[in-house]
């Protein structure tokens, strides 16, 4: 099946720097990618829909000049959490939409997750 | 807006035995797909099954199937002849229709805690 792949699994940051974390489609093309976020024990969050080519959609609360989104091939999207702090410590998911047509071939494929950990 | 609720935050059970896990939604939408994720320690997300709200016919996947009340906005997921392996969170989830824009993207319950014992 589709894989999904995120890089780095688990990255730790100090204070004030900013962290990048990857999310690819191995083996399909993703024009459209989204970005969770999952505190401890929490559901997952949807942060922002990642779009190939154009300019991502962040859902309300979530700030756009902090957590930047590039969406830049049609396999790679790319959240950059910037100025981080220790709250914004926590688990990081992507999901990749696959599948044209019919309602049956449509999918999503979620990738494994990034831990970040801001000391 | 959709919301989706899991009113059960962990529910144990024995090996062999069936549980049952609760989910109820709210849409305006008519069409729309309704999904069960399993994450277990991993965190690693697991699609346990789908449901397309124009089907009628529950779908069944092995040992797990669902209840889908379209007019109760329900959505129980059932799992029959439970293994340790089963043990995990479980998260319902909402999807829109696959011919809108923003297909793909999913609202997700509180999730609840499956224990099974020996």
């Known amino acids: 099946g589709a894989v999904v792949s995120q890089h780095p699994s688990w990255v730790i940051c100090k204070s004030g720097t900013s962290v990048k974390i990857e999310c690819r489609s191995l083996d399909f093309q993703a024009t459209t990618m989204f970005w969770y976020r999952q505190f401890p024990k929490q559901s997952l969050m949807l942060m922002a829909t990642?779009?190939?080519?154009?300019?991502?959609?962040?859902e309300q609360g979530v700030e756009k000049d902090k957590f930047l989104i590039n969406h830049a091939s049609l396999t790679l999207s790319t959240l950059t959490v910037t100025s981080a702090h220790p709250e914004d410590s926590s688990f990081y998911i992507c999901?990749?939409?696959?599948?044209?047509?019919?309602?049956?071939?449509?999918?999503?494929?979620f990738g494994p997750g990034t831990r970040l950990t801001v000391t | 807006a959709q919301t989706v609720t899991q009113s059960q935050p962990e529910m144990s059970v024995q090996e062999a035995e069936t549980v049952t896990l609760s989910c109820t939604y709210d849409?305006?939408?008519?069409?729309?797909?309704l999904f069960w994720y399993k994450q277990p320690p991993s965190r690693q997300m697991i699609l346990v099954i789908r449901q397309e709200a124009y089907k009628q016919q529950n779908a069944t996947e092995n040992r797990f199937s669902v209840n889908f009340q379209k007019a109760a906005k329900s959505f129980s997921l059932k799992i029959s002849d439970s293994q340790l392996g089963d043990a995990a969170m479980y998260f319902c989830a909402y999807g829109t229709n696959w011919a809108t824009d923003s297909w793909g993207k999913l609202q997700f319950g509180a999730g609840t805690q499956v224990v099974v014992t020996p």
């Open positions: 849409t305006s939408e008519s069409d729309y797909y």
């Open positions: 999901s990749a939409r696959a599948g044209t047509g019919t309602s049956s071939l449509r999918r999503q494929y």
């Open positions: 990642s779009n190939e080519g154009s300019k991502a959609t962040y």
